[in-house]
Nanobody
Framework: QVQLVESGGGLVQAGRSLRLSCTAS????????MGWYRQAPGKQRELVATSSRRRSTNYADSVKGRFTISRDNAKNTVYLQMNSLKPEDTAVYYCNADRIGHNYWGQGTQVTVSS
């Protein structure tokens, strides 16, 4: 089993920044892709950004140029730097880890962007 613990969410004004962190523990050997997804009220969960163990990254079009995903393999931690936040970025952000074909999720952290 893999446990994922997120931190860093909160309430910010539009245009400001936040950084999310997610640390994996447990059976971490074999984790390849780690990433962030988000779910806004009444909407489906959507991909935000992912990073492979070799740091190949992928972003949703809506966050390209504003969000940056990074990863510290030694700390088993993935980060999401979110700049120029918009009210439409308001959602619960979930950390995800893929380990040998199994998906694991964190409990989620709320990000609220006020206009």
């Amino acid at each position: 089993q893999v446990q994922l613990v997120e931190s860093g969410g909160g309430l910010v004004q539009a245009g400001r920044s936040l950084r999310l962190s997610c640390t994996a523990s447990g059976s971490i050997f074999g984790i390849n892709v780690m990433g962030w997804y988000r779910q806004a009220p009444g909407k489906q969960r959507e991909l935000v950004a992912t990073s492979s163990r070799r740091r190949s990254t992928n972003y949703a079009d809506s966050v390209k140029g504003r969000f940056t995903i990074s990863r510290d393999n030694a700390k088993n931690t993935v980060y999401l730097q979110m700049n120029s936040l918009k009210p439409e970025d308001t959602a619960v952000y979930y950390c995800n880890a893929d380990r040998i074909g199994h998906n694991y999720w964190g409990q989620g952290t709320q990000v609220t962007v006020s206009s």
